[in-house]
Structures are given as C-alpha cells and as structure tokens.
C-alpha cells in the first residue's frame, strides 16, 4: 500500500497529499458512472471545496483519503474521518468511511476498507460507520434501491454492486434511509387542516428574512439541535458551517423555501426546500467554465427548476410527542409546498427520513408521498 507504481495489474494505495492524486480522486467518479444514464455529475467547485481545507467541517475533524491504482490508473477512491463532534455527542468511538467509488473487484474494495480502517483503529477507534461523505450531516448512507432515477441534490448515487461489496468486507446495515416524491399540489387531509386552524390564532409563519439571514439560520439551528437530538446518529449542525450554508443558499434561493413558524411568538418549528441543483446542472458534467455558470444561474434565477428537495425540518422536541407536533410540521411542509407551487415545482423529494420515524413518515404519507428510494448505513466492529 505505498506510493509504488507498477504495470502487473496488482492494486497500489496513494494518499491525498499531492495535486495530481487529488485530481484522479475527484475525476474518478467520471469513470465509474460513464456507462450509468441516472447519474449526474456534481459540481466540481462544490466538490473541491469539501476537500479544500476551507471546509469548516475540518475544524472539528480529522481524515484521509486514498486512491486505488492498477496499472497506474485510478479504479477507486475512499476517505475516512473522525468526527470530534460526533464523539463528544456519543463517546463510542466511532469513526466514518466515505466518498467510496470503486469498479467491480473484490481485491480492490479490500484494499481501501483496509487502509481505511487501519487508519481509523491507528487513531484508536473501535467501530466504523457509513458511508458518510463527509458527516452525518451530508451525503448519508449507501443508494441500495432506486438506480433508475437521478439523484436529487445533496444524495448520493451508487453502483448496483457496493451493497454486496461493503458486507463482504464483514459490514452489516445498521439504519435504512427513505427518500419520498410528493407532489406540491397535495390535497391536505382535512384533519390536519382543522388542527391548523384550531391553533392558527397562536401560530404564526413567515419566510427567512433576507436582511436578518443569520439571525434566521442561527434560530434553525437552534431547533434543529434541539428537534433532532433524540434521533440515531444526531450530531448537531455546527455555527459556523450552517451559517456558511445558509448564506450559500440564500444567494439562489426564493427566501419563501425557508419557513419559519412559531407559537405564542416563540419559534418552534422550521423548514427548508432547496430547487434541486441536479437538474439544472444535469448536462454541465460537473463544469462551470466556460458557459456553466451563465447556464447554471439562468435556469436558477429565471427558468427556475421544477424540481425541489427538502433537506431538513424539525418541531421542537418538547412538543413532538403532542397533538401540537404534527400540527406544526404539517403547518411548515404546507407553507412551503405553496411557495413551491407558485414556483411551478411539479415534484419534490422529502429526505432523508429514517425508516423507523413513523412519525414523520405518516405526515409525509397523509400528503401523498410514495417512498422511492433507500439509502442505507452500515457498521462494523474494529
């Protein structure tokens, strides 16, 4: 596994520490998906920047990341990390693998699950979970049904035979993942429309505030770690990253696709829907010069996609397990599905969801939405 070249077809390591290997790191998935019509190729500045030591992600974490050649060309990738976050939260540690692209070779998923894991127990970890590209966070979880249809932004694709090749390195899922289509013109079932209207003298909704953005992004966040702290997993959204995020977003974004409600003027639920980046990059093979930006922006700002995904929302946690709870997420998924339809979005995909939050699954399937794809985490002990 050294820095070895060699022209016998046997698998040699290299680390991302040079340009150049960084450079096959991020073309490699060019190779791996070219012959697959459903995958679209992300933004390479957006993938830069998750490497780039800029991400603020990197100041509470630590990784490497490898390369696998044959022949002296590169036929898979995998990254491991140690997340300082995740440990305060659960003190099991737990180390992530991730960003795993590979041909179809038993020898080679070896090798990187090798390297990847003698890192992580080098580093004194006593499990290893994913994949995560790079948190919890972010890319969740390993596509195992649904390789017909493109991905929405921010969810991975994968190959039809990483499943079998992460278990035969002695993995085992841990958590399933859904992804929902809903249909923004839903008819909302009549019992969540009287329970709105019984609290709608104390509840109030409004949409991000352009002038007030990090206000706003810090009093989600706020419920966001709050919401979530009880789910498989949690790790909070960190300052500094979420703001970077919202900001980011706020740029290319309607403010109505962030809606915030609260109750007796406190806010209690938020939720966020983003026009899916995928579509309108869908033929730019993950290039924004020399026209992709001119391309990426007019069918952003002007055409606008018809497509939209819902990344996050959260209810606060003292008020889950109430008749309030439901009220409240079924007043932010419609406050947003009416900015959406006044944007002419004809489907949005809600997702992830655990498949054991029968809560928010039976919100999201009182409106219409039909589960159609599923991610999965694995595990395994070190």
């Known amino acids: 596994m050294g820095d070895e070249q060699n022209n016998d077809g046997t698998i040699f390591l290299r680390e991302i520490t040079r340009a150049d290997v960084r450079r096959d790191f991020l073309a490699l998935p060019h190779q791996i998906y070219a012959a697959d019509p459903a995958w679209i190729a992300p933004l390479g500045v957006m993938q830069r920047q998750k490497l780039s030591k800029a991400n603020h992600f ?22 491991a990390q140690i997340d300082e976050m995740h440990l305060a939260q659960h003190a099991d540690d737990t180390g992530y693998f991730g960003m795993l692209e590979a041909h179809d070779d038993p020898v080679l998923f070896a090798t990187l699950f090798e390297a990847a894991e003698g890192w992580l127990r080098a580093e004194g970890m006593r499990q290893v979970r994913g994949p995560f590209n790079l948190h919890v966070n972010e890319e969740v979880g390993l596509l195992v049904d649904g390789f017909s249809t493109p991905p929405f932004m921010l969810m991975g694709h994968a190959r039809p035979w990483y499943g079998a090749a992460i278990e035969a390195q002695g993995y085992a899922g841990v958590k399933d993942l859904l992804a929902y289509h809903v249909r ?11 329970l709105a209207q019984r609290v709608s003298d104390r509840v109030t909704v409004r949409p991000a505030r352009r002038r007030y953005l990090v206000e706003d992004a810090r009093i989600m966040r706020a ?66 010069l020399p ?29 889950q397990h109430s008749r309030l709870g439901p009220t409240l997420a079924f007043i932010v998924i419609d406050a947003v599905r009416k900015a959406l339809h006044d944007r ?7 997702g992830w969801i655990l498949e054991d939050n029968d809560g928010m699954r039976n919100i999201i399937e009182s409106i219409g939405g039909q589960a159609y794809k599923r991610y999965r985490v694995y595990q395994k002990k070190l």
């Not at 630590?62 to 995998?78: F, H, I, L, S, T």
């Not at 923004?184 to 009287?194: C, H, N, W």
């Open 58 to 79: 990197f100041e509470h974490a630590r990784w490497r990341g490898w390369v696998a050649y044959r022949d002296n060309q590169p036929v898979g990738r995998m990254t």
């Open 184 to 194: 923004p013109d839903f008819e909302a079932p009549r019992v969540m429309t009287r």
């Open 223 to 288: 419920l966001y770690n709050d919401a979530w702290q009880d789910n498989w997993g949690f790790v909070p959204l960190a300052e500094k990253e979420w703001i970077e995020t919202v900001k980011t977003i706020g740029r290319f974004m309607p403010r109505e696709y962030i809606q915030i409600a609260s109750y007796d003027d406190e806010p209690v639920a938020f939720i966020v829907a983003l026009p899916n980046l995928n579509e309108a990059a869908r033929d730019l093979g993950g290039r924004l």
């Open 291 to 319: 026209l992709g930006w001119a391309k990426l922006l007019w069918r952003l700002k002007v055409r606008h996609p018809s497509t939209a995904r819902v990344p996050l929302m959260g209810v606060r946690r003292s008020l």
């Open 344 to 350: 002419a979005v004809k489907d949005v995909e809600m």
